[in-house]
């Protein structure tokens, strides 16, 4: 049998308002997620928010010993917020539903694999009549997906058990005068600190020493606090200097 693969790389939080991300990091996402394809195995159906370079997937069929125009893929049209993201209007158009209904059938899908089970996959998979796949729906309904997709959420459940977690010496930071006074904490200069919004991936070093730039700690930009600047890449990946 076959598999519905769905690339919904990241949850509706982060699609407007304080959480929305930059549009050139919603196409890079919209990139990235195409990497699903290598799950995939002849019969699969595959939903992405845009269509992979077709160089890519000929090396994924010759890598994976894929048959020709395997797997099918599916891109949504666009919705209210565009077309860079799975987001859950796109999931949810009438013509796309109807036509991944007809599809599943004819090739007999009886799995799903998302890339993150939230509310908007569980309402996708009973429109297409395949909800009794998954098991214990009610918590990501509510939604619980976009709970333990909190990093501040998985440090503060382990904290209220008296349960340690990684990195000791962390702490979560739920408003801006937190802010302040942990950054008022004086930094040694053989130290670090590296700086994360929820819910995101974006990171940024804090360092008073120099630090090879990209950064092997996989933040995405470096605060200097001796030069006073701000290193990252640019559109193109090469590395940029913003003074502060």
């Given at each position: 049998m076959s598999q519905l693969i769905i690339g919904n790389q990241l949850t509706e939080e982060t699609a407007e308002g304080?959480?929305?991300l930059p549009s050139e990091y919603r196409r890079f996402l919209s990139?990235?997620?195409?990497?699903?394809?290598?799950?995939?195995?002849?019969?699969?159906?595959?939903?992405?928010?845009s269509r992979p370079d077709e160089g890519f997937l000929a090396y994924v069929r010759r890598v994976n010993g894929l048959a020709e125009g395997e797997p099918l893929i599916l891109v949504p049209p666009p919705g209210r917020q565009?077309?860079?993201?799975?987001?859950?209007?796109r999931l949810a158009a009438p013509e796309f539903v109807a036509g991944l209904r007809t599809?599943?059938?004819?090739?007999?899908?009886?799995?799903?694999?998302?890339?993150?089970?939230?509310?908007?996959?569980?309402?996708?998979?009973?429109?297409?009549?395949?909800?009794g796949l998954f098991g214990g729906v009610a918590f990501p309904a509510e939604p619980g997906g976009e709970l333990v997709n909190s990093a501040a959420a998985f440090r503060a459940?382990?904290?209220?058990?008296?349960?340690?977690?990684?990195?000791?010496?962390?702490?979560?930071?739920?408003?801006?005068?937190?802010g302040r006074i942990a950054g008022s904490i004086p930094l040694p200069?053989?130290?670090?600190?590296?700086?994360?919004?929820?819910?995101q991936t974006a990171r940024v070093l804090i360092s008073r020493n120099r630090v090879p730039w990209p950064s092997s700690t996989g933040a995405q930009?470096?605060?200097?606090?001796?030069?006073?600047?701000?290193?990252?890449?640019d559109a193109d990946g090469g590395p940029t200097r913003t003074e502060v």
């Open positions: 304080e959480g929305a990139v990235i997620s195409h990497r699903m394809v290598w799950f995939a195995q002849d019969g699969d159906v595959l939903v992405l928010p565009g077309a860079e993201l799975l987001y859950d209007d599809l599943i059938a004819e090739r007999g899908v009886d799995r799903v694999f998302p890339f993150h089970l939230d509310a908007a996959i569980l309402r996708l998979a009973r429109e297409i009549g395949l909800a459940a382990p904290a209220g058990n008296a349960v340690p977690s990684l990195p000791a010496a962390g702490r979560g930071l739920f408003n801006k005068a937190d200069a053989s130290a670090r600190r590296v700086v994360g919004e929820d819910h930009a470096l605060l200097d606090v001796r030069v006073r600047a701000v290193f990252g890449p």
